[in-house]
């Protein structure tokens, strides 16, 4: 969740102490490159006046995420907005929650669609039961087996972390859920300490995320009200396309929402401004329409980063170019990275692509094809894994 002032301020910082550019990673953060040493405690006073930085001792763990729709629809069963505030609250106030890993992650799902792909460490999952609702508690990605109240549900995931942190003691382990999931002496005594919240809960395997990157025009919950999804192209806005979407947000307004498909959402937005927006987000270089080609094509940082072996950035754009003009498919995804770290990888992708010193090793339905191919029959390849995903689908 993000407010229109301060994508303006971040869309102003960038362009005064960064590269101009603002890119959304696929935990729904917020990324600067090219910082000055210099710079940085300009950069720093800026974004902490702007509010992004509450806790000096807890920015690293406040890794909360939720369905980036909460509240605005979109199938969801309960917002979970609340939760979520909450939760961030009473972590930042607990100093024991700062020696968390900065990667420990909780995730609060509001059911319906799932957008991240990430396993994260403690989530809970709202489902209806006899016509009331119940989180379902998954640890490091794997169902728990037991449900959660709602009224327990904070509590319950603080107390968690806690006794992650313990485990990690304890057993000489990092405090990773996952791996705490995959030791059974040690998941069982986080359950046994989590007993008093723990209740019966129906098992389902309706929790997987959603491959389809959401673009164009949604309904929201309230009628005449809609919300809005542009492409971002490789999950980065120009300072310019964040000003405009924090102008759009305000004149409006909007509710933004940063999401995991490196995206945006200009929530609630009336019906009738809809042509108007589109257009000035058009005047940007930022498209409503699921033709644009970016739709599915995530890369990382590539020269931006030291260790990139290759310019993965303009081969995506190339292939995004290749694509455009072809409607958006649900599930296809291609992952472009610049070394074997792949640090913009989403888990499912359905074609990988990893620089090497001499081209790409290829990836095709987790299957491995090539190594070292070239960029054009590295490209081929992962046009053709789309086009054998069956028939073009045109935007909701
Ligand atoms: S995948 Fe490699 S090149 Fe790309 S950002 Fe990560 S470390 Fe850098």
């Not at 990690?168 to 382990?173: G, I, L, Q």
């Not at 170019?321 to 498919?329: C, D, I």
Request: neutral net charge; charged residues 20%; aromatic residues 6%.
């Amino acid at each position: 969740m993000i407010v229109p002032s301060q994508l303006s301020a971040i869309a102003e910082l960038s362009a005064a102490f960064s590269d101009a550019h603002v890119e959304i990673t696929s935990r729904s953060n917020l990324q600067m490159r090219a910082i000055l040493n210099k710079n940085l405690n300009y950069l720093r006073r800026g974004l902490d006046s702007a509010g992004f930085l509450p806790s000096s001792s807890h920015d690293r763990v406040r890794n909360v995420v939720t369905n980036p729709f909460a509240g605005l629809g979109f199938d969801e069963i309960l917002d979970s907005r609340p939760f979520v505030r909450e939760l961030d609250s009473r972590i930042t106030k607990d100093p024991e929650m700062a020696g968390l890993p900065p990667k420990f992650s909780f995730a609060i799902d509001s059911g319906g669609s799932w957008f991240s792909h990430e396993n994260d460490d403690l989530a809970l999952r709202v489902i209806t039961v006899d016509n009331s609702h119940l989180f379902r508690l998954s640890i490091g990605g794997i169902f728990s087996g037991f449900g959660v109240t709602i009224e327990k549900a904070v509590d319950c995931l603080l107390e968690a972390a806690q006794v992650c942190l313990y485990i990690s003691k304890k057993f000489d382990v990092p405090a990773r859920a996952r791996k705490i999931a995959s030791m059974p002496q040690a998941m069982n005594h986080l359950l046994s300490e989590l007993s008093h919240f723990l209740v019966d809960c129906p098992s389902s395997n309706d929790c997987k995320s959603v491959a389809e990157v959401p673009l164009g025009v949604y309904l929201t919950k309230q009628a005449g009200f809609v919300n809005l999804v542009p492409s971002v192209p490789l999950g980065r806005l120009t300072s310019a396309q964040a000003q405009c979407i924090a102008s759009i947000a305000t004149e409006w307004d909007g509710d933004l929402r940063l999401a995991p498909w490196r995206g945006i959402i200009i929530g609630s937005i009336p019906e009738c401004a809809i042509r108007r927006v589109a257009a000035r987000l058009q005047a940007t270089g930022l498209s409503l329409d699921n033709r644009s080609g970016y739709g599915g094509v995530f890369v990382c940082a590539g020269t931006g980063c030291d260790a990139s072996l290759a310019d993965v950035r303009n081969d995506a754009s190339l292939l995004a170019h290749l694509l455009s003009g072809q409607a958006g498919k649900p599930g296809w995804t291609v992952n472009i990275s610049g070394c074997e770290k792949q640090c913009a990888m989403r888990n499912g992708a359905t074609a990988e692509l990893v620089a090497t010193f001499s081209g790409y090793d290829l990836r095709i339905g987790g299957r491995f094809i090539a190594s070292n191919c070239s960029r054009e029959s590295a490209m081929d390849a992962v046009l053709a894994s789309r086009s054998e995903m069956g028939s073009e689908v045109s935007s909701r």
